[in-house]
């Protein structure tokens, strides 16, 4: 079973930056996708970034798009997430989670979950 461990969630303030960090052990497989999502208040879940082991090629949610940037060590099983131009509309609960064997273009599938960190950005 996968374990994951989050961390760099914080409050911060509009047009601020922030960079998240996810650890996975148990990874099952050589080849592997590390996936983020965010759960806002009042909001449906919303897929953010995914990065595949083998080629670190990065796919973006929506809203993410020149604004987050993702990127993997694959030796490490560990994968970050640059949040830059944060607006009040980011603020959410970050979620990494892992998939097999790669994104596939999909930035909101994984086969498991980790608990996630907050961020807050204030207006």
């Known amino acids: 079973e996968e374990q994951f461990v989050e961390s760099g969630g914080g409050l911060v303030q509009a047009g601020g930056s922030l960079s998240l960090s996810c650890s996975v052990s148990?990874?099952?497989?050589?080849?592997?996708?590390i996936v983020w999502v965010r759960q806002g208040p009042g909001v449906p879940r919303e897929g953010v970034a995914c990065i595949s082991s083998t080629d670190r090629k990065p796919f973006y949610g929506g809203s993410a798009k020149g604004r987050f940037a993702v990127s993997i060590d694959k030796d490490k099983k560990t994968a970050s997430l640059r949040l830059t131009s944060l607006e009040p509309e980011d603020t959410a609960v970050y979620y990494c989670?892992?998939?097999?064997?790669?994104?596939?273009?999909?930035?909101?599938?994984?086969?498991?979950w980790g608990q996630g960190t907050q961020v807050t950005v204030s207006s």
């Open positions: 989670g892992v998939n097999y064997p790669y994104c596939g273009g999909n930035v909101d599938q994984a086969h498991s």
């Open positions: 148990g990874v099952r497989f050589e080849s592997y996708a």
